[in-house]
């Protein structure tokens, strides 16, 4: 079946959560305008706040229902469920927010806003499966990423940054709330926008490019050769 409800169709869906019961589809949408128009450009390269997150219950069913949870939002991009399934987590941009997911019937609270330092525009979300940190990859200049689509020549870097998950728990910390894992200045992988974390490496996924890059997590102390 496919899901075509009003608040599906008005925007471009960007990235989806699904909860662990499979009971509700959290979807992160963005893109008012079409990407080759002015306004498609405005929203991505000038943050113009045109995107919006949904909650969906039952979705894949016949009775699926879905509800705005917040609109005029700067591009939301990467979606992802903590481990323990009760925070939703939001790429807008340079900023995370941070949602209370309700344990009875899956809404959402907007809980706070987490400012991710050194970067310009993150892209999807991914959980560190040891300590539930958030991993992104990012796009530190965005700016690039449309002067790559042009030439080839004109590299646009890939960064992947940790999020800490005391800074999302709202949690006091000792220092900054995220830093830099890897940096590429594009001559391997440019605009790496996805990346999972699994067995002390970094799998990162490019924009336009073919092919997957394999980096050793920086932090992680495990046998990678």
Request: proline share 6%; hydrophobic share 40%.
């Amino acid at each position: 079946m496919s899901m075509a409800h009003t608040l599906l169709r008005h925007h471009v869906v960007n990235n989806i959560a699904v909860s662990a019961d499979g009971q509700h589809m959290y979807v992160s949408l963005w893109l008012y305008y079409p990407i080759t128009t002015v306004g498609g450009w405005a929203e991505i390269y000038l943050g113009f706040k045109w995107g919006t997150l949904v909650h969906c219950t039952k979705p894949g069913t016949p009775d699926y229902e879905c509800t705005l949870v917040e609109d005029h939002m700067a591009m939301p991009n990467g979606i992802t469920l903590s481990a323990d399934g009760t925070l939703l987590y939001v790429a807008c941009m340079s900023d995370v927010h941070v949602y209370d997911v309700n344990s009875g019937d899956g809404t959402l609270t907007f809980a706070r806003e987490v400012h991710v330092a050194n970067t310009s525009t993150m892209d999807n979300l991914s959980l560190d499966p040891v300590s539930g940190d958030v991993i992104t990859a990012s796009h530190p200049k965005i700016m690039k990423i449309a002067a790559h689509t042009k030439s080839a020549e004109d590299l646009a870097p890939t960064q992947i940054i940790r999020i800490f998950d005391p800074a999302l728990r709202g949690e006091p910390l000792s220092g900054p709330a995220s830093s830099e894992e890897i940096f590429h200045d594009g001559d391997v992988l440019p605009c790496g926008t996805g990346a999972v974390l699994a067995y002390g490496r970094y799998f990162i996924g490019p924009l336009f490019s073919k092919g997957v890059l394999v980096c050793p997590d920086p932090s992680s102390s495990a046998d990678v050769e």
